[in-house]
């Protein structure tokens, strides 16, 4: 290799930072992955179309899916998907749905979620944003549900 690029985020030894929340942090094994990526409009509003998820425990593979937008999907759109989904094996969910597997997985089970292009996916499927709870300057925090007892804070890098 002749070029090596390395990016970096650090503190000076007397800046650390301070949090002040009740959230208590744990230190998950993450044996239990989901992976998913969004498709989106080809115009400047980049809507959600469809997606894909797959689930894996322990490098085993539990199931996946695709899920779609009913907003942004044409009725001929969705029969390819729906043709798609049936050739293949795979469940098709609406939107609605995914949003529960995904805080089923995610928030309950405590899975590791990986995204190609994370922020921006999660971007994709959220009915509303705000700034991070416990940081603001440092994150935003994405709605994905109407119960407000649950939150998805990423890290803004």
């Given at each position: 290799?002749?070029?090596?690029?390395?990016?970096t985020?650090?503190?000076?030894?007397?800046?650390?930072?301070?949090?002040?929340s009740?959230?208590?942090?744990?230190?998950?094994?993450?044996?239990?992955?989901?992976?998913?990526?969004?498709?989106?409009?080809?115009?400047?509003?980049?809507?959600?179309?469809?997606?894909?998820?797959?689930v894996?425990?322990?490098?085993?593979?539990?199931?996946?899916?695709?899920?779609?937008?009913?907003?942004?999907?044409?009725?001929?759109?969705?029969?390819?998907?729906?043709?798609?989904?049936?050739?293949?094996?795979?469940?098709l969910?609406?939107?609605?749905?995914?949003?529960?597997?995904?805080?089923?997985?995610?928030?309950?089970?405590?899975?590791?979620?990986?995204?190609?292009?994370?922020n921006?996916?999660?971007?994709?499927?959220?009915?509303?944003?705000?700034h991070?709870?416990?940081?603001?300057?440092?994150?935003?925090?994405?709605?994905?549900?109407?119960?407000?007892?649950?939150?998805?804070?990423?890290?803004?890098?």
């Amino acid at each position: 290799m002749e070029h090596i690029a390395l990016r970096t985020f650090s503190t000076k030894e007397n800046e650390k930072k301070q949090y002040t929340s009740n959230y208590k942090r744990e230190n998950p094994d993450f044996s239990r992955v989901l992976t998913f990526d969004t498709e989106t409009t080809a115009d400047e509003f980049l809507n959600l179309k469809f997606g894909s998820f797959m689930v894996h425990e322990n490098d085993v593979y539990q199931y996946a899916g695709l899920f779609w937008d009913d907003r942004h999907v044409s009725e001929k759109e969705y029969k390819i998907l729906k043709t798609y989904a049936e050739k293949h094996n795979i469940r098709l969910f609406s939107l609605e749905e995914f949003i529960k597997i995904f805080y089923l997985e995610v928030y309950e089970r405590k899975t590791l979620c990986i995204g190609y292009n994370l922020n921006f996916d999660l971007s994709r499927i959220i009915l509303d944003y705000g700034h991070g709870r416990y940081s603001g300057k440092d994150g935003f925090s994405f709605k994905l549900t109407e119960d407000t007892t649950i939150h998805v804070y990423v890290s803004s890098i």
